[in-house]
């Protein structure tokens, strides 16, 4: 005999609706997520139309008046930095750094320091004033940093404001901005799990296949199926022409770790020097910035402004106009002096640009490969050794120039790349830039700490004789 107790049996659509898969806090989430890739989706589709915009018009008013650059870019680099000595002090730079920290540091006034929607908006704004400039930056750090703070922010607004889930809307907004701004979908998976969190997780995979998808079509109706740099049939057949993997890989990995030191400074030494001199008059240091890039432009012909994205394309296509032997070196300065001067903006495709030059340098010491596949060995390389994620740039390398054939000797200078950049710069150059940002919060928070400890013994307690 059944129990009384029992319940009666459901029919099938019974137990089908009563399945988790339809619960609404589920949908919820899956609603907020899809909402939010979308946006993110527009706005890096925006961002990267704007972007050409506020270069174009660089491009025009230099053409009108070629010694605009001497007054506009100090005037500007200083006014940028001016600017983020307050409150919009977490626009600075790459972006990618304050992602990074804010998956380590679940602390809410921390990540609102770093993603709230007025830094996003903020990041977006200076970025295009740095490019209208004539600074040599790029977008996809920024777009990474404004995908995060968009989704970080809506994800709020929907209610989900436990850290972990919280956590989960920062990562998947990242690799959304990056697959956008890029349209490699693909490089937006890696880049979240290599560069961002820094290990697979398998409650993330959903999402962040989810975001980027979903961003990725967003992207794809608007912007079409392309390759950022077209089409590359380049090959580089197993033999003697695979010396030029071990080149590349070699001195691009070098060189990128070089500059990832650079960028960095430290305390000791000349790079100390710079840092302190920054430290004590940033504004007029960063005018000193602004007129330096110029001086480089001088030197270039005027090729380093910008991403560097024009140059890098007509190298990787072999076109009869590429810049001259000494973009690389021109390219890599430019990018120095434009970090170093603390404006906001990232370093993806000016290290992709520096790296192609680099690599059509290389190629005269590869007579076995083909050029193309050389500068792109190159580009695949520096790329590694700026950011120290090998896996990330093999695959953008892959994307970026719809390139199969060369997938596995662009992923073999990657890993050697990795190799040689640790040797100028142990610690990969996101990673010691957010681990910068937590320490200054651990030393702030502390700092609070012993204040408030402070003004509680000073106070005489309730029971004290008067």
Known sequence: MPSPDASPPRNPLQALLGHEFFAPHHWKRRLTLWSGAVVVGLA????????????????????????????????????????????????????????????HVEEEGFRQRMLALPIALGKMLLTLIGLAAGASIGREGPTVHV????????????????????????????????????????????????????????????????????????????????????????????????????????????????????????????????????ARAPVLFAAGCGLALVLVGHLAHGSVYGTGYDGARAIIQGAADAPGAGFGVCKLLANVVSYWAGIPGGIFSPALAVGAGLGHNLAALAPHAAPAAVALLGMSAYLAGVTQAPLTSAVIAMELTANQAMIIPVMAACLLARAASALACPKPVYKAFAERLVDEFERGRQAAAETARARAAETPSPESPR
């Open 44 to 103: 890096a589709i925006l961002f990267t139309q704007a972007s050409n915009a506020a270069f174009a018009l660089f491009r025009w008013m230099t053409a009108r008046a070629a010694w605009l650059p001497l007054l506009l870019t100090p005037l500007a680099f200083a006014a940028l930095a001016w600017l983020t000595e307050g409150r919009l002090r977490a626009t600075r730079g790459s972006g990618i750094p304050q992602v990074i920290a804010t998956l």
């Open 147 to 278: 995908g995060a703070g968009l989704f970080y922010t809506f994800g709020r607004w929907m209610g989900f404001r436990d850290p972990k889930a919280a956590s989960r809307f920062i990562l998947a907004g990242g690799a959304a901005g990056i697959a956008a701004a890029f349209n490699t979908p693909l490089a937006g998976v890696v880049f979240a799990i290599e560069e961002l969190a820094g290990a697979f997780e398998h409650r993330f995979s959903g999402i962040l296949l989810t975001a980027v998808i979903v961003a990725g079509i967003v992207s794809l109706g608007i912007m079409g199926n392309y390759a950022y740099f077209g089409s590359v049939s380049a090959s580089l057949p197993l033999g003697q022409s695979w010396w030029a993997v071990l080149l590349c890989g070699a001195v691009c990995g070098l060189a990128g770790g070089v500059f990832a030191r650079v960028i960095l400074l430290g305390e000791r030494g000349p790079l100390g020097a710079v840092a302190r001199l920054r």
